[in-house]
C-alpha cells in the first residue's frame, strides 16, 4: 500500500467494489428496467412464452421448461444486478401472496423506473419523485377500492364473477382455448372449499397422454398410489383407517438396547417374540374393525398378509402428503397408537367407494363419497409433459386468484380498465398539487398508463391509438370499457365479462411502489467480494 | 522497511520477516489513518436526515440488502481496513448502547478526522490535537445538558414518544408510515415497559417479518406470534382459555446422559421392555394431561406415537419450539418451564386468553398468535411488507424507533434535532476556545467546526445550500438566544425544531459526541503500522 500524498488507502476487500451516485443509480436502473423488458412480452392475452434452459454440465437440453407464468420465469433466472434482484423479490413475494399478476408487478416496478430516470435526468431530487409517487400510489389505490364492486359470497353473481375472472386469468395462458372448459373446472374445485383457503385439498395428478380436453374433475379423491395384491380392488361403504406407524418392525425406541443371545434357541425365541409383537399390534388395529387400511410407512410382508387375510384392503407408503389428504377427505383421524378401539367411530373414515381405477396407463386409488366433501382431484392430461408442467402452474394461478376473490370478494373490471382508471386519477391529482412532486405524479400515470400499452403492443395492435380511444371512453363516462384484444378495439368488459380480482391489482400496485421507492432511494451500492467457493 | 546497523555496520532484523511485512510511520500513518475512516464517513454521509438516501448492499454470497441505517451499512460493507474498522465498530457500539444515531455518530467522527487533518498540516502534535478535542468535548456535553428540555411522556396519549419514533423513523424508507408505525413502537413499548423502574426489556418485544402486503398492514399483536403449527395436522387449531404445558423435555423414552446398555437376552425381557415402552409414552401424556393443560409447546419432538396419543387425548401440542420463545412465552403467559415430566403440576401452567393457527398468502405457511397472555408482558409486531428487502428495513426501522422509545423511558430529558443541538454546541464551543491560551485553541476551535458539519451535511442532503443555511441557522440562534433553531429539512417554513417537533433523545446526543471524539482520539494516537504485506 504505497500512501503518496493524499491517495486513498483501500478500505474495503480486493475485489470489492463501490458505485456512488449517478452510477449507483444508473446500475439500478439498467438492471430493474432489463428485468421488466425481458417479462413484459408475456403480458396479456397476446402474450408469449418464454423456454428456460438449464445450464450446468450435462443437463443442457434436460428439463426444459415452457412457461408464461412470470415468477417461474424470474425465479430461475441467474441474475447478478442487485435491483433486478428486487423486482424478483416483488415477484415471488405476489407469487406467495396472492398467487397471480406476477408479471404486472415486475413490469410496472420497471416502468416507474424508467419514468423515474427521466425525472432524475431532469435534475429532480429522487426524495422528491419518490414524495410525489407515495402521493399516487394512494390516490391509485383509493380509485382501486372505489370502482371495485362485491357481491355476496352465495349469490349467483358471485358465482358468476368467479367464472369471469378465472376465464380472465386463463386468457394469457397456454390452454386459451378452452379456458370456458377450465374456469368451470377450477370454480367448482374452489367453492368445493367453503371458504377456507388451503389449497392443498385441491390435488393435481399430471399425466401425459390424452389431450388438455380430456382433463377433468374428480369430486372423489384420488391417490396415486397401488393396493396390494391379494386385496379387494373395490370396496363399498369402506371403514378407512388412516395410520403412521412402522409395519416393517417395531424399533425398541429405549436408547442402548441390546439384544444379546448366546444360544441358537433364544434367537428363535426373540424372532418369535418380535413376530408376536407384529401380530399383537395387527391384532389391536383388527379391533377397529377397518375395511381398509392405509399407512404413511411401508409394510413387511408378514402383517400385510395377516391383513388381507383379515380381509381388509391395505395401502401402504402412502407419504405425508397423501395421508393427510386422505384423513382430511374421509374424516379419519391419523393414529399411531391403537389402545382406544372404543373411539373407532370416532377415528375410522368413511366413504361410499374406493375402487383402483385406470388413467392413461396408470393405476390409482379413488375415493368417493367421502365423508368431508371438500377433497378433489384435477386430472390433467395433455401431450406432453412440459404442456402438463404449464397448465398446471396455469391451474394454481386460477386457483390462487379464485381463493383469493372468495376472501377478498372484491372484483374489478378487466381489459386494463383498473389500470386506465387508476391512472386518469393520478393525472387529475397532479393538477391540484404544488411542487415539483406533480411531476412525479404524473409519471407514475405514465407508468400505470404502460400496462395496457404494452398488452396492446403484445398483441400486435396500434397500442397510441387504442390507448388513446380507451381514454376517450372513459372520459366520456363509459367506466366499464376496456381492451378487446380479440379484434383490437375498446371494447364493454361488461358484454365481454372480463373481471378481474382487485387484491392482486391491490397488491402488485402496493409492492411495485414499494420497490420501485426502494431502490430510487439507493445512491450507494457496495458489493462484498464475493465468497470464494471450493469446487466440489 | 527502515533497516538497523550493529557496530560493524551489519544489518539486523527488528521486525520478524520485516521483509514481508508493511510498515507505515509518522505523519504518513496519520494520514492514511484518517483518510481510510474518512471514507466510511463519507459513504454514510448521504444517509444523514430526513432525506438521506439509501445503499444498496450486495453480500458475498448475492444477497440484497436496502438500508439506511448506519451500523448495518458499515457491518455489511465488510471493511477490511483496520483504522476504517474502528468506525465500525464506533457504529456499532452507538447501537448496542443506544440503538439510534449509528449514522450520525460515524459522520460526526468523519467530520473531526477532516479538521484533524488540517491540523496535522499545520503542524500541531496528534496528542495536542486531542487533547483540544477532549476539552471542548466536555463543553459541548455540558452544553447540550444545559440546552435539554425535559418532557412530559404521559401527556397527550404519549404524543411526546409518539413524535420522538417519528423522527427516528423519518429517515427511512418506511417513513411514509412513520405515524402508524411510530404508535405501534410506542404501544408495544410501553406495553411491556416498567414505568417505575424507567426500563424497559425489549427482549419481551418480539419482531417478526412475513413479506406480502404492503407495510402499512403491520400490525401489533398483544401477544406472541411463533412460527410454528400443531404437531399433527388434525389437532385442534384454536385454544381458548390455554392452560399452557411448557416443557423443555422429548416425548421420546428418556435418554440418560450416562452411556448405559441394556442387554436383552432372552424373549421374556424383550417383551417386558416393549411394555414399558408403550407406557412411557402413556405416563407422559398422562401427567401432562392430568395437570390440567389443554395445549403442550415443547422444545423438542416427538415420537410418532407420543404424538397420536396427545392428539387422543385433545391435547394439542407444538413442537421445536425454539429456545428463545420458549423462554417468551414462559414470560408472558407465567409458565414455569418445565425439564421433567414428573414436575408437572398445575401451577406451572400458564394462562393465554386464546391460542390459534393463523394462515398467510396462498402458500401454506402458518404460524401460531397466542393472545391476551396471562401477564401481558410481550408483544410481537408482524411486519409486512412487498419484498424481503422492504421487511427487513422496516425491521430495523422499527427497532431503532422502539430504543429511542426506552431512552426516552429510561431518562426523559430531549434534545431538538435538524443540527440544532450540533449547532449550539458549536457556539458554545467556539466561545470557549478563545478562552483556551495554548495550542489546544485550535483544536478547540476545530471541534466546533466539525460540530457544524452535521447541519451542514443535512442541508446539503436536503438540496439546500448547505453555507446558507447554516450561517442564517447560526446567527439566529445567536440574535434570538433560541437554541432550538435548526436545518428545516422537510421545507415546512419554520426552521424552529420545538414547532416542527424534531425530537431527539439527550442520551444518544450525548453518546455520540463522546464516543466521536474518543475513536478520533484513538486514531489520533496510531503513529506506526506494521501489517502483513497481503493486506
Known sequence: MDIVGNVLPQVLKDEATEDKGEMARLQSFVGAIAVADLVKTTLGPKGMDKILKPTGPGQEMTHITVTNDGATILKSMYVENPAAKILIEISKTQDEEVGDGTTTVAVLAGELLREGEKLIQKRIHPQHVIAGWRIARDVALKTLRDISSENDIESQEFHNDLIKIARTTLSSKLITSDRDYFADLCVKAVLRLKGSSNLDYIQIIKLPGGTIRDSYLDDGFILKKQITIGCKRRIENAKILVANTAMDYDKIKIYGTKVKVNSMDKVAEIEAAE??????????????????????????????????????????????????????????????TFDAPERRDQVLGHCDLIEEIMIGEEKMIKFTGCKKNEACTIVLRGSSIHILDEVDRSIHDVLCVLITTVKNRRVVWGGGNSEMQMAAACEEEAKKVQGKQALAIEAYARALRQIPTIICDNGGYDSAELIQNFKVELQKGNLTSGLNMNDGTVGDMKELGIKECMRVKEQAVMAASEAAELIMRVDDIVKCAPRKRERA | ??????????????????????????????????????????TLQSSLGPKGMDKMLVSPDGDVAVTNDGATIVEKMEIQHPTAKLLVELSQSQDAEIGDGTTGVVVLAGKLLEQALTLLDKGIHPLKISDGFDRA???????????????????????????????????????????????????????????????????????????????????????????????????????TDAKICLLTCPFEPPK????????????????????????????????????????????????????????????????????????????????????????????????????????????????LVIENCQCTKAVTILIRGGSQMIVDEAKRSIHDAICVIRNLIKDNRIVYGGGSAELACALQVLQYADEVSSVEQYAVRSFADALEGIPNCLADNCGLNPITSVAQAKSRQLTEKNPRIGIDCMELGTSDMKEQKIYETLSSKKQQIQLATQVVKMILKIDDVIAPDDY
Not at chain 2, 146 to 161: F, G, T, V
Not at chain 2, 164 to 176: D, E, P, Q
Not at chain 2, 327 to 333: G, K, R, S, V
Open chain 2, 137 to 239: 468535548c466536555d463543553v459541548a456535553i455540558k452544553h447540550l445538558e444545559s440546552i435539554a428540555e425535559e418532557i412530559d411522556i404521559q401527556a397527550n396519549d404519549h404524543e411526546a414518544l409518539i413524535q420522538a419514533a417519528c423522527t427516528a423513523l423519518g429517515s427511512k424508507v418506511v417513513s411514509k408510515r412513520k405515524r402508524e408505525l411510530g404508535k405501534i413502537a410506542v404501544t408495544a413499548v410501553l406495553d411491556v415497559a416498567d414505568l417505575k423502574r424507567k426500563d424497559v426489556n425489549l427482549d419481551l418485544i418480539k419482531i417478526q417479518t412475513k413479506t406480502g402486503g404492503s407495510v402499512e398492514d403491520t400490525r401489533l399483536i398483544s401477544g406472541i406470534l411463533i412460527d410454528k403449527d400443531m404437531s399433527h395436522p388434525q389437532m385442534q387449531k384454536e385454544v
Open chain 2, 256 to 367: 440418560p446422559k450416562t452411556k448405559h446398555n441394556i442387554n436383552i437376552s432372552n424373549a421374556e425381557d424383550y417383551k417386558k421392555l416393549y411394555q414399558q415402552e408403550q407406557q412411557y409414552f402413556i405416563d407422559m401424556v398422562k401427567l401432562v394431561k392430568d395437570s390440567g393443560a389443554n395445549i403442550a409447546l415443547c422444545q423438542w419432538g416427538f415420537d410418532d406415537e407420543a404424538n397420536h396419543l396427545l392428539l387422543q387425548n385433545d391435547l394439542p401440542a407444538v413442537r421445536w419450539v425454539s429456545g428463545t420463545d420458549v423462554e417468551l412465552i414462559a414470560m408472558a403467559t407465567g409458565a414455569r418451564i418445565i425439564p421433567r415430566f414428573q414436575e408437572i403440576t398445575p401451577e406451572k401452567l400458564g394462562k393465554a386468553g386464546s391460542i390459534k393457527e393463523v394462515q398467510f398468502g396462498t402458500s401454506n405457511e402458518r404460524m
Open chain 2, 1 to 42: 522497511m527502515s533497516l538497523a546497523f550493529d557496530d560493524y555496520g551489519r544489518p539486523y532484523i527488528i521486525l520478524r520477516d520485516q521483509g514481508q511485512k508493511k510498515r507505515m510511520k509518522g505523519l504518513e500513518a496519520y494520514k492514511s489513518n484518517i483518510l481510510a475512516a474518512k471514507a466510511v464517513a463519507n
Open chain 1, 275 to 336: 413376530k408376536e409383537k407384529m401380530k399383537h399390534k395387527v391384532d389391536k388395529i383388527l379391533k377397529f374393525q377397518p375395511t381398509v387400511f392405509v399407512n404413511r410407512q411401508l409394510i413387511y410382508n408378514y402383517p400385510e398378509q395377516l391383513l388381507a387375510d383379515s380381509g381388509i384392503t391395505v395401502i401402504e407408503h402412502a407419504d405425508f402428503e397423501g395421508m393427510e389428504r386422505v384423513a382430511a377427505a374421509t374424516g379419519a383421524e391419523i393414529l399411531s
